[in-house]
């Protein structure tokens, strides 16, 4: 196989039809281990089990947290995929068990049902023999496995998931079982980030409160920041943990950049590896149309991949990774969710679509090949887009690059008071626990008494409103803005976030689903529900949105003076509405139609974000003024996502004729990432004129360095030397003592 993986990667090279931009050969890097497991002094039963599964020596890694969890330690461990984290939390566990056996001594808590339903397969592996049992509690457990979880024999391990504590913590029968908890586990902890990390924050809040002996330990993978993150996360002192990289075969590493499409490309490239090599591989897209273009342009050439992606039913999915496992198809097509370490079977290529929204994230993509000791590729592909450009002149830059930082906003207005709420439905707050309440959440609870959701009781108890069941019934953890329903027929096909349903489900939209096309019929406002018909031919086409956006109310949080520009930190309201679409060919996305929509679709948010003011010069015409804040924005935020690791649907720009710019987050609320955008905007500023300058394209710019695909005006109004200018001078200081005046409100139609 080596052999024709050489001359794959020959071809590659000696190919018109698309650019090596850069190849590297990562060695093998091999585990450092500890001491003989002895020396823990365990129990000896645990120590025959382990060598029973072939455990005869810990990693360094291991042994540090397993030393440092039985000496009472909240334990964070950072380690990549493959390096033993699970028996790293797992032996304290059964340690804890066996002494402790007639009662409920850990919490596992994983980030999906299906990493919980996968670790199950290890968790015993290792409990057997010992009498521990191990229980999965989530959505999917029958009633007479809930009814024995609370019996008089409850489980040793309970396994779950954030989602189900957040719904049930109301429950007196699971508070009761949890009271005597010694170790709450989180694995997979780097993912609590943003808004899903905020409702994390409040639900480990309100799992405290019924806890009382009780030591954390969390598993992660290697994130920038992991001391402030998990002390934020828990509001805990942690101890944490650092491992060498593992890597047990040579991995060979390809970035490509395709003289075509990048779908093309990805097929070819997946036939090659996955039928002409018979090398198991995994595509990852990062989004959900762009997961359902690649499948549909497999099928039209008669590639057999299976698709994983969510929004489509848990038993598709599982069959999915059930027929690749059993050699059914070679390949998949998915998302992220095949990025955390869901069993899927031995994997030997991953191709990125393209560049992942974090280097955080590429490590745990390509992590997922090259367990054994047989060589391995990842290959990565680069597109006409300004991150792309940049990481094709820097190449060696981003194969180094640092970890990301995790962020999180734990004191996001809507997730503060959706969980808020939720804390007092679970049990009523005391009036300790109301003086122990933060400034922020205090207001927060005086606007939940004042829309009466909860009330004083006996002066002294702060109780649930009957209004506040019906908002706590409502609540989705893993997003702060409302959902929208998906009914072909009667029968619900997919759930999406209101403010990205206006985006992908107006009228007459092409909305793809598990290999199948719906066309949308009505988006029903009233009920937050989206009517679509099943098409049963396979559209070459697809659509995407044209709209504008607007800020109002912004109010300064914070500021700071940046090359003598005033940048401003602070909350605004974000109003989006789609007037129109595009109908663009799948093949050749150069061909396209613009449609208006009859009846726009709006929504409004209020959300953190970023505001200061170009100096334009007066002497431009308002054309002029138009694409310099307009190219500006774009650039800034293409800059500021390669130095945060954000995701480029998280955060959205607004600009100005006056020169205002506004940069905020994509959630309502705020996630965290543009706080961090601000704290590192000197670089941003410096990055966005690099991107602008290694490009060598005309005047106006070009997908490499001014365009965005998110861009609601078709990337229409842009000046790529006006925008080079205007950055030159602000570096340069040429706008001393001439800045803008700041008043927060900017003049003319915005572009977005």
Same mark, same amino acid.
């Given at each position: 196989?080596?052999k024709?993986?050489a001359e794959?990667i020959?071809?590659i090279?000696?190919?018109d039809?698309r #650019?090596?931009?850069?190849s590297?050969?990562?060695d093998i890097s091999?585990?450092e281990y500890?001491?003989?497991? *002895?020396d823990?002094?365990l129990?000896?039963r645990?120590?025959?089990?382990?060598?029973?599964?072939g455990i005869?020596?810990l990693y360094?890694?291991?042994y540090?947290?397993?030393?440092?969890?039985?000496n009472?330690?909240n334990?964070?461990l950072l380690a990549s995929?493959?390096?033993?984290?699970?028996e790293?939390?797992?032996?304290p566990i059964i340690s804890?068990?066996?002494?402790?056996?007639?009662?409920c001594?850990?919490i596992l808590?994983?980030?999906?049902k299906?990493? *919980?339903?996968?670790q199950?397969?290890?968790?015993?592996?290792?409990?057997?023999?010992?009498?521990?049992?191990?229980v999965k509690?989530?959505?999917d457990t029958?009633?007479n496995?809930?009814r024995?979880?609370?019996?008089?024999n =409850?489980?040793?391990?309970?396994?779950?998931?954030?989602?189900?504590?957040h719904?049930?913590?109301?429950?007196?029968?699971?508070k009761?079982l949890?009271?005597?908890?010694?170790?709450i586990v989180?694995?997979?902890?780097h993912n609590?980030?943003?808004?899903?990390?905020?409702?994390?924050h409040?639900?480990?809040?309100?799992?405290?409160r019924?806890?009382?002996?009780f030591?954390?330990?969390?598993?992660?993978?290697?994130?920038?920041n =992991?001391?402030?993150?998990?002390?934020?996360?828990f509001?805990?002192?942690?101890?944490?943990?650092?491992s060498?990289k593992?890597l047990?075969?040579?991995r060979i590493?390809?970035?490509?950049?395709?003289h075509h499409?990048?779908? !093309?490309?990805?097929?070819?490239?997946?036939?090659a590896?996955s039928?002409?090599?018979?090398?198991?591989?995994?595509v990852?897209?990062?989004s959900?149309?762009?997961?359902?273009?690649?499948?549909k342009i497999?099928?039209?050439?008669?590639?057999?991949v299976g698709?994983?992606?969510?929004?489509?039913?848990?038993?598709?999915r599982?069959?999915?990774?059930?027929d690749f496992?059993?050699?059914k198809?070679?390949a998949?097509?998915?998302?992220?969710?095949l990025?955390?370490g869901?069993d899927i079977g031995?994997? @030997?290529?991953v191709?990125?679509? !393209?560049?992942p929204?974090?280097?955080?994230r590429?490590?745990?993509r390509?992590?997922?090949?090259g367990?054994s000791?047989e060589e391995?590729?990842?290959?990565l592909?680069?597109?006409?887009? $300004?991150?792309s450009?940049y990481?094709?002149?820097?190449p060696?830059?981003?194969?180094?690059s640092?970890?990301d930082?995790?962020y999180?906003?734990i004191e996001?207005?809507?997730?503060?008071?959706?969980?808020?709420?939720?804390?007092?439905?679970d049990?009523?707050?005391?009036?300790?626990e109301?003086?122990?309440?933060?400034?922020r959440?205090?207001?927060?609870?005086?606007?939940?008494?004042?829309?009466k959701?909860?009330?004083?009781?006996?002066?002294?108890y702060?109780i649930?409103g009957?209004?506040?069941?019906?908002l706590?019934? *409502?609540?989705?953890? @893993?997003?702060?803005?409302?959902?929208v329903i998906i009914?072909?027929?009667e029968k619900?096909?997919g759930?999406?976030q209101?403010?990205?349903a206006?985006?992908?489900?107006y009228?007459?939209?092409?909305y793809?689903?598990?290999?199948?096309?719906y066309?949308v019929?009505?988006?029903?406002?009233?009920d937050d529900q989206?009517?679509?018909?099943?098409?049963?031919k396979?559209?070459?086409y697809y659509?995407?949105?044209?709209?504008n956006?607007?800020?109002?109310?912004?109010?300064?949080?914070?500021?700071?003076?940046?090359?003598?520009? #005033?940048?401003?930190?602070?909350?605004?309201?974000?109003?989006?509405?789609v007037?129109?679409?595009?109908i663009?060919?799948?093949h050749?996305?150069?061909?396209?139609?613009r449609k208006?929509?009859?009846e726009?679709?709006?929504?409004s948010?209020?959300?953190?974000?970023i505001?200061?003011?170009?100096p334009?010069n007066?002497?431009?015409?308002?054309?002029?003024?138009i694409?310099?804040?307009?190219t500006?924005?774009?650039?800034?935020?293409?800059?500021?996502?390669t130095?945060t690791g954000?995701?480029?649907?998280?955060i959205?720009?607004?600009?100005?004729?006056?020169? #205002?710019?506004?940069i905020h987050?994509?959630? $309502?609320?705020?996630?965290?990432?543009v706080?961090?955008l601000?704290? @590192?905007?000197?670089?941003?500023?410096v990055?966005?004129?690099?991107?602008?300058?290694?490009?060598?394209?005309?005047?106006?710019?070009?997908?490499?360095?001014?365009f965005s695909?998110?861009c609601g005006?078709n990337?229409?109004?842009?000046s790529?030397s006006i925008?080079? @200018?205007?950055?030159?001078d602000?570096?340069?200081g040429e706008?001393?003592?001439?800045?803008a005046?700041i008043d927060f409100?900017?003049?003319?139609?915005?572009i977005v």
């Amino acid at each position: 196989m080596e052999k024709k993986l050489a001359e794959l990667i020959d071809n590659i090279k000696n190919s018109d039809v698309r #650019s090596l931009v850069y190849s590297w050969e990562e060695d093998i890097s091999p585990p450092e281990y500890a001491h003989d497991i *002895s020396d823990l002094r365990l129990d000896s039963r645990i120590l025959q089990r382990l060598e029973e599964v072939g455990i005869e020596e810990l990693y360094i890694h291991q042994y540090e947290a397993i030393k440092k969890i039985l000496n009472g330690l909240n334990v964070m461990l950072l380690a990549s995929t493959g390096s033993g984290k699970t028996e790293a939390f797992l032996i304290p566990i059964i340690s804890e068990c066996l002494n402790c056996k007639n009662t409920c001594n850990a919490i596992l808590i994983f980030p999906t049902k299906a990493l *919980s339903q996968d670790q199950m397969e290890r968790i015993n592996a290792l409990t057997r023999g010992f009498g521990i049992s191990a229980v999965k509690y989530d959505g999917d457990t029958p009633k007479n496995i809930r009814r024995e979880i609370f019996g008089k024999n =409850p489980p040793n391990i309970l396994i779950t998931n954030p989602d189900m504590l957040h719904k049930n913590l109301r429950n007196d029968k699971l508070k009761n079982l949890i009271s005597s908890v010694k170790y709450i586990v989180l694995d997979e902890v780097h993912n609590y980030s943003g808004v899903f990390g905020s409702s994390v924050h409040y639900i480990i809040k309100r799992l405290k409160r019924f806890l009382t002996d009780f030591q954390f330990i969390c598993s992660s993978a290697t994130i920038n920041n =992991p001391k402030k993150f998990i002390e934020t996360l828990f509001q805990e002192k942690f101890e944490i943990i650092k491992s060498k990289k593992i890597l047990r075969g040579k991995r060979i590493h390809l970035m490509i950049a395709p003289h075509h499409s990048k779908y !093309s490309e990805a097929v070819y490239l997946t036939k090659a590896l996955s039928v002409d090599l018979d090398i198991k591989t995994l595509v990852f897209t990062e989004s959900h149309l762009s997961c359902e273009l690649l499948k549909k342009i497999a099928d039209f050439r008669h590639l057999k991949v299976g698709l994983h992606r969510a929004g489509i039913t848990k038993k598709k999915r599982m069959d999915v990774r059930k027929d690749f496992k059993n050699n059914k198809f070679n390949a998949i097509v998915c998302t992220p969710t095949l990025e955390l370490g869901i069993d899927i079977g031995d994997l @030997r290529a991953v191709i990125n679509l !393209s560049i992942p929204p974090t280097f955080n994230r590429y490590l745990q993509r390509i992590g997922r090949a090259g367990r054994s000791e047989e060589e391995s590729i990842d290959i990565l592909l680069i597109g006409n887009d $300004p991150i792309s450009n940049y990481f094709a002149n820097h190449p060696t830059e981003y194969y180094n690059s640092d970890p990301d930082p995790v962020y999180i906003d734990i004191e996001n207005p809507v997730v503060m008071k959706r969980q808020l709420i939720s804390m007092i439905i679970d049990e009523p707050l005391d009036p300790d626990e109301l003086y122990q309440l933060t400034e922020r959440e205090k207001d927060v609870l005086r606007e939940i008494k004042e829309e009466k959701l909860a009330t004083l009781f006996d002066k002294f108890y702060l109780i649930p409103g009957d209004r506040a069941y019906r908002l706590f019934n *409502s609540i989705n953890i @893993r997003g702060s803005g409302d959902s929208v329903i998906i009914k072909c027929k009667e029968k619900i096909i997919g759930k999406r976030q209101k403010q990205i349903a206006i985006k992908e489900l107006y009228e007459d939209a092409i909305y793809m689903s598990g290999g199948t096309d719906y066309k949308v019929e009505y988006f029903d406002r009233k009920d937050d529900q989206v009517r679509v018909k099943k098409l049963f031919k396979r559209r070459t086409y697809y659509t995407k949105a044209l709209y504008n956006s607007n800020i109002l109310n912004f109010q300064s949080l914070e500021s700071q003076i940046i090359h003598d520009l #005033s940048i401003n930190y602070g909350t605004g309201d974000v109003k989006e509405v789609v007037d129109g679409y595009m109908i663009k060919d799948i093949h050749d996305n150069k061909k396209s139609i613009r449609k208006i929509l009859d009846e726009p679709l709006d929504y409004s948010f209020r959300t953190k974000m970023i505001y200061f003011k170009l100096p334009l010069n007066s002497s431009y015409s308002l054309k002029d003024k138009i694409k310099a804040s307009h190219t500006v924005e774009h650039v800034l935020i293409h800059a500021g996502i390669t130095l945060t690791g954000a995701d480029q649907n998280e955060i959205g720009g607004v600009s100005y004729p006056d020169g #205002s710019i506004f940069i905020h987050d994509g959630m $309502p609320g705020g996630s965290g990432v543009v706080n961090l955008l601000f704290h @590192r905007f000197d670089k941003v500023i410096v990055r966005a004129l690099e991107i602008l300058q290694n490009c060598h394209c005309v005047e106006d710019g070009c997908p490499n360095c001014t365009f965005s695909h998110f861009c609601g005006s078709n990337n229409d109004f842009l000046s790529k030397s006006i925008a080079i @200018r205007i950055l030159k001078d602000i570096i340069d200081g040429e706008f001393h003592e001439k800045s803008a005046k700041i008043d927060f409100n900017p003049l003319g139609n915005p572009i977005v």
